[in-house]
């Protein structure tokens, strides 16, 4: 079983779904420090001017884990999303399809950034028709180091192998990892280039904007760029 771990993220990017999509199963790794000014609480969206973040206000305090940040109660930032999304996506060919169910989603009193988050992550794989099952690294017993952590997290849920990305080097050991007996694999990835509702084309945006512009054919214009080495699952 392949298994592929990651924090959090707020209405994530393609290379994110990319990644789960590969996967057996993914585990949300809502258990590590909480990182300001990333992709944990915030990310971009296609504007006339290039782009713009989409930002969850939140109430952190220094080391906190992500499961325990709380979301900012007295800001204004669901209506100032929506509002950013009608107004920059309003000629997508898919926009009527899938803001409404954005606007549910929002509607939801959120109190916890790690609830909201993985909220919108599994709503990007059911739009895309990504069926990986996910899970919280809150549910199983595993130790603070990264490299440990990793090991134990695939240990509990029996994985024969981890998809790591692209960027393991900087925060695993590698060789300990491997000596485990899980085999260690890492994605690969290239960005799908497509139309967007403005020119030029803009990479490393959240995932709705493929969707706004693609609708049903988005998994497939993602997995269309995959080494074919990496296609486990097809269309």
């Known amino acids: 079983m392949r298994v592929t771990i990651h924090q959090p993220q707020f209405l994530p990017w393609l290379g994110y779904l990319d990644k789960i999509d590969q996967a057996d199963l993914f585990i949300l790794l809502d258990t590590v420090q909480f990182k300001k000014n990333e992709w944990q609480n915030r990310n971009r969206i296609r504007t006339s001017q290039g782009w713009q973040w989409l930002?969850?206000?939140?109430?952190q305090q220094f080391g906190q884990?992500?499961?325990d940040v709380v979301i900012n109660p007295?800001?204004?930032w669901k209506v100032q999303h929506l509002r950013a999304l009608e107004m920059h996506y309003a000629r997508a060919p898919y926009i009527d399809r899938y803001l409404p169910q954005l606007r549910e989603l929002y509607a939801t009193p959120w109190a916890k950034l790690s609830d909201l988050n993985r909220a919108t992550v599994q709503w990007l794989l059911k739009a895309y028709g990504v069926t990986t099952p996910v899970r919280s690294a809150a549910q199983y017993a595993a130790r603070e180091e990264p490299t440990s952590r990793l090991i134990d997290l695939c240990r509990a849920v029996g994985a024969t192998q981890y998809l790591a990305g692209p960027g393991a080097e900087h925060y695993m050991d590698?060789?300990?990892?491997e000596d485990s007996g899980i085999q260690l694999e890492t994605q690969e990835?290239?960005?799908p280039i497509y139309r967007q509702i403005y020119e030029p084309f803009e990479p490393n945006l959240s995932a709705l904007d493929l969707l706004f512009m693609q609708g049903p054919d988005a998994l497939a214009t993602l997995r269309r760029t995959r080494p074919s080495r990496h296609c486990r699952?097809?269309?």
């Open 189 to 191: 990835f290239y960005h």
């Open 174 to 177: 590698k060789p300990r990892f």
């Open 74 to 76: 007295t800001a204004i």
């Open 55 to 59: 930002t969850v206000p939140v109430l």
């Open 233 to 235: 699952k097809t269309a």
């Open 65 to 67: 884990r992500i499961d």
